[in-house]
């Protein structure tokens, strides 16, 4: 499974593989072994290269917030599905006028949380998606009106099947 992690605008990709009965990492090929054990009150163990860290963890609005050795870094981790559809919703946000929302993943529609002549803003929760026994909420990334919803809860939809209009607001 390919991972990425957003560090100071610099994304890094490593696969995440079980090799030998341990965790490893690998990044341009090179092979990191690790061991990471959760200790209670968001701190962790961690051993890497033959060296023992001490690392707290706090996640906040997606981002990780860590503490490793006295410095601190904000860290996005997503994985390929994930990275997907956040920026799936960014390019969508990016457009005025007419939005249109369309399912990323193939899917089930779980539950919507808008109705026609809903006003929405960045942020709101518009509905949940269901695909591979995953709960995927989506989000509006504009301000707007729900100009029409093109399916009901329940509903199964196809990628790129659109699912609602909102009229993008200034």
Do not use: C, W
């Amino acid at each position: 499974m390919k991972i990425y992690a957003e560090i100071k605008d610099k994304v890094n990709i490593f696969e995440q593989h079980t090799r030998n009965g341990y965790q490893v990492l690998r990044e341009n090929n090179k092979i990191q072994q690790y061991s990471f054990t959760y200790l209670g009150l968001n701190r962790y163990s961690l051993i890497h290269n033959n060296k023992s860290h001490l690392v707290h963890i706090n996640l906040e609005n997606g981002i990780y917030h860590v503490h490793l050795d006295g410095e601190y870094f904000p860290i996005r981790v997503e994985d390929e599905r994930s990275r997907m559809l956040r920026q799936l919703v960014q390019k969508a946000a990016q457009q005025t006028g007419e939005q249109k929302i369309t399912a990323p993943i193939p899917g089930l529609i779980k539950s919507l949380r808008v109705k026609e002549g809903d006003k929405v803003k960045a942020g709101d929760g518009l509905l949940i998606l269901e695909a591979m026994k995953m709960e995927n909420e989506i989000h509006s990334e504009t301000k707007g009106v729900i100009k029409k919803v093109m399916v009901e809860a329940g509903a199964p939809v196809t990628q790129d099947q659109i699912i609602l209009i909102i009229e993008s607001q200034l």
